[in-house]
T-cell receptor, first 114, second 111 residues
Framework: DSGVTQTPKHLITATGQRVTLRCSPR?????VYWYQQSLDQGLQFLIQ???????AKGNILERFSAQQFPDLHSELNLSSLELGDSALYFC?????????????FGPGTRLTVL | GQQVMQIPQYQHVQEGEDFTTYCNSS?????IQWYKQRPGGHPVFLIQ?????EVKKQKRLTFQFGEAKKNSSLHITATQTTDVGTYFC???????????FGKGTKLSVIP
């Protein structure tokens, strides 16, 4: 158990819908990262927040957005969902924001878009 | 942009055989990290290498960081069924807090 929690575990929805994925980092960690893992694409970095502010942006679509709240939990919002958005979405956290930081991954949310 | 390549993509070994996965970056890395993801699980941090030419061992696992800090390897001696999973290397993107992950090497161990 990494100490990072993600809800829900599974999500099944239809194309065109909007969903929100939630992540609570390990106690004391200030950084939260979101990743998308598709079958043949490995781990794609989406976005990072550090202490409530956006710190780095990866290959995140405009239909996706995220935020980190004052209590440091984070939400990833996915809208106008397409079949290709079906994937595992992982949240990770680290103590600070440095590139040397170990990242601790949550169990993931499996999103299925029908 | 920065690319992190891993080979092989898949590896099937007989239990007791050795296994090696290689990681190559298109740019020099300040450090490299290795993660393991068991089937149905999430990536779990294994180790971080920082110094040029660094070698670290964890029981049957040996990690190396190249002299030029652009490549790394993970070697497992005498594989066991508990070693099954996908092994990822990851390096920080220059000037960014972002980690770039390789696509991983999926290891299967035949008992």
């Amino acid at each position: 158990d990494s100490g990072v929690t993600q809800t829900p575990k599974h999500l099944i929805t239809a194309t065109g819908q909007r969903v929100t994925l939630r992540c609570s980092p390990r106690s004391g960690d200030l950084s939260v990262y979101w990743y998308q893992q598709s079958l043949d694409q490995g781990l794609q970095f989406l976005i990072q927040y550090y202490n409530g502010e956006e710190r780095a942006k990866g290959n995140i679509l405009e239909r996706f957005s995220a935020q980190q709240f004052p209590d440091l939990h984070s939400e990833l919002n996915l809208s106008s969902l397409e079949l290709g958005d079906s994937a595992l979405y992982f949240c990770a956290s680290s103590p600070l924001a440095g590139d040397a930081d170990t990242q601790y991954f949550g169990p993931g949310t499996r999103l299925t878009v029908l | 942009g920065q690319q992190v390549m891993q080979i092989p993509q898949y590896q099937h070994v007989q239990e007791g055989e050795d296994f090696t996965t290689y990681c190559n970056s298109s740019t020099t890395l300040s450090n490299i990290q290795w993660y393991k993801q068991r089937p149905g699980g999430h990536p779990v941090f294994l180790i971080q290498l920082v110094k040029s030419g660094e070698v670290k061992k964890q029981k049957r696992l040996t990690f190396q960081f190249g002299e030029a800090k652009k490549n790394s390897s993970l070697h497992i001696t005498a594989t066991q069924t508990t070693d099954v999973g996908t092994y990822f290397c990851a390096g920080p993107r220059a000037g960014s807090y972002q980690l770039t992950f390789g696509k991983g090497t999926k290891l299967s161990v035949i008992p």
